[in-house]
């Protein structure tokens, strides 16, 4: 016999995180049908060949992995036992929880590539899980909402992000964002123009914790990663072009040389026009020459939206990736997607107080439970409450009426249903308002009015 | 680079399937409100501790662990490593999958009990893991929508069970259905009147079965099990007590000396009183003293509903519990739950073509892209079906029609905009219905009102 405890990192969503939790995924969810977008589900664990390679060694320790399953250990030799966990993790471990929606969706497209409409536009809307240590804002297990488009490279698919931010945000009620956007064609150009060719992963790294750490510490990191002192020199301009009135402008110039930054900063100004002809009203989008994200498999534009006045971290993210498919040995397949980080929301909209008042997820009438009599003529008529739509529900036990009005309050049940032997001779019910006090009498038919 | 694979015993359900999916999971969490259950979400995986010793033997070896993090091997000693695979999983894993909902839920109770408001009423949707070995119509990962009330041993929440599964099952189309009735305290009864005392769990086990091996395997493994030939021949006549006119009525002769087998056959009277003051039409319940369930935790009513002229298992089952909390030290807290097994439920619509046919998780207008002037155009047209509610989408490339309309074919796309030079000089748009090839001209709020 133990004290029962939630495994460290996890949490669990009791009806009042439910109603709310429940508001932002309908919410998002709408939204993202309303864009063309198809459900898909995967399952919560892949073969680890899947998942393994794909986030980067940090990724690779991160996943949780599953033992698998009967006399996992017979097989094994000493040799096995004393090589360490690592390589033993790959003789008692094949399967692993995903690590994110990303990874498992391209998956999906290359092992039903033969039946799949092309372009394949798909929302995803499920539980990820990392082995990270736990900390506030941090958990283990934790949703993710995803949109992607794969097998077009049409620049339409990174306008349409745009308005899909525009458009959900506002209906969450967080109106004060920032939509950052940069390009890694961009970061790629950069990288060439300051004489580190190729080390445009690592200058991404770096320079994708600016926010957190300052330039000094970005140019501390980028010493210790071999960045010549000439490289740093010439990357300082960069530092300084966010923001700016016309950003692209002044980059163009500095980028001149580089076709593949010229590149990046087209596909930008080609989305900023798209997102003008979609009539898009009040835009909250920034250029950010510095926004560079972690994920190595980003190839085109990035995304990442921050509420303002909120101290957290990004609440969606996500780009365009050219090649993920390409793991899996078929290339060629372009997609771009974005993530709403649900909990980073949830906290945004319990700081601001956004959540609406009125949940539907509760029992709108109880019936009370005087004596056997009364029951009886309650069973009667609790079916019509619920075929006139109500949520209702009548109290199990015969105890006093204080502990069954205590409860429908403590559940915030708007209406009590009153049933004593006045009630039953007569037919005349009595409804008791539990916010004002105020008590009505009438048929079940008059109170059922009433209600609705 | 390597072929992806799903990993064993599990599924993808892509955009067809959820649609039908959503379907199920919709109609059963709107009724589960409409009777009063309120949401709870428990986490993926619990610790071992939480888990084990709740599901038998058998279950304890089904549950899927999870690896330690970390340097998990590096602190065992030789001695750990030869225990062999099941002592040495205690070292290397204090982490599962949960393997059903409601041991998470009775974890979650004892955890909440402070705060809880009693009797608590809670739904759960979610999926859950067990690593048996897969087959036809059994995964490794299914979902599972379960309502318990738990708090009041009242017995309108067996009624409440029964209303609830005639109030859903007939949404879904399963009309011809039946719900098994059983008493855990029935079958203590019997094994008492056989003189198999205290061997009810046993008994329980093999009559359990009878539907699937028939009535000399029982027999045969009542005397493997040491049921002495005594006690099986006593026991024969509850074989032949099911389905009569007046089944209660012969076996409470047969009961007569037994205290709680009598108990057990009185409450089940009273749900049947009770749900005929619910005025359940055309009841589909049949009491069933075989009926068994294989989990040791029920000590009740015990519920198993079958699809009739289909050939699968149960597509739900439930039963009350008096003691489960009782396992994580808090005793004296009665619960009772039915579950229904979405993925058996949807091969049974699957197999009588129960699914609706209009299916509202798709693009309703699709916006064809003839050049990049026509392109242009549809993003100011884009907004405005969205605006007005509709799911919408342009095809992203400008690729030949035939390809874009075949796109929307397969998509299932009712409705298709073409716009050409003569749309874009005249304002008047062409609609396209896809199903009769017909098209009409307007206005593009012409068009929304042809479509909405």
Request: negative net charge.
């Amino acid at each position: 016999m133990s004290k029962p405890s939630l495994a460290r990192g996890t949490r669990d969503f009791g009806p009042e995180q439910m109603v709310k939790r429940t508001f932002i995924f309908d919410t998002i969810r709408r939204s993202f049908q309303r864009y063309g977008f198809q459900p898909l589900e995967t399952p919560a664990f892949e073969n680890l060949s899947v998942l393994m390679g794909k986030y980067g060694d940090e990724g690779d320790q991160l996943l949780f992995k599953l033992l698998n399953s009967g006399d996992f250990s017979g097989k094994l030799t000493d040799a096995d036992w004393q090589a360490g966990s690592k390589p033993l993790t790959n003789k008692i471990s094949e399967k692993g929880l995903r690590y994110d929606l990303t990874v498992p969706f391209a998956r999906y497209v290359v092992m039903n590539r033969g039946t799949l409409v092309m372009p394949f536009k798909r929302y995803q809307i499920q539980p990820v899980w990392r082995a990270d240590r736990p900390q506030k804002g941090r958990y283990r297990e934790f949703y993710q909402c995803d949109a992607d488009v794969v097998g077009t490279d049409s620049l339409l698919c990174e306008a349409e992000i745009v308005m899909l931010l525009h458009d959900i945000l506002p209906q969450l009620g967080i109106e004060d964002f920032t939509v950052k956007i940069n390009n890694r064609k961009i970061l790629t150009g950069i990288a060439d123009m300051i004489g580190a060719h190729g080390q445009e992963g690592t200058l991404c790294v770096a320079i994708d914790k600016l926010d957190k750490i300052g330039k000094d510490k970005v140019v501390d990191e980028l010493r210790e990663r071999n960045f010549s002192e000439e490289s740093i020199t010439l990357l300082d301009p960069v530092f300084s072009l966010t923001g700016g009135l016309n950003p692209f402008g002044e980059l163009r110039t500095w980028l001149a040389s580089s076709e593949i930054g010229l590149k990046g900063i087209d596909e930008l100004q080609e989305v900023w026009t798209m997102v003008e002809s979609l009539g898009l009203k009040n835009p909250r989008i920034q250029f950010d020459v510095t926004l560079a994200r972690g994920l190595s498999y980003y190839t085109g534009a990035i995304f990442e939206v921050k509420a303002n006045n909120v101290q957290i971290g990004s609440i969606c993210g996500g780009g365009r990736y050219d090649n993920l498919t390409g793991t899996f040995g078929v290339p060629g397949i372009s997609g771009v997607g974005i993530s709403f980080g649900v909990d980073r929301i949830y906290d945004v909209m319990e700081e601001l107080n956004l959540f609406p008042e009125n949940q539907t997820i509760s029992t709108k009438v109880m019936i009370s439970n005087f004596d056997q009599e009364a029951f009886r003529y309650g069973l009667s008529v609790l079916p019509k409450l619920r075929e006139a739509g109500l949520n209702a529900e009548m109290y199990p036990d015969s105890v006093k009426l204080k502990k069954q009005l205590d409860y429908a309050d403590r559940k915030n049940i708007p209406f009590v249903i009153l049933i004593g032997s006045d009630e039953m001779n007569t037919g005349q019910l009595t409804l008791k308002n539990m916010k004002t006090g105020e008590q009505q009498k009438g048929s079940i038919e008059e109170l059922i009015a009433a209600v609705i």
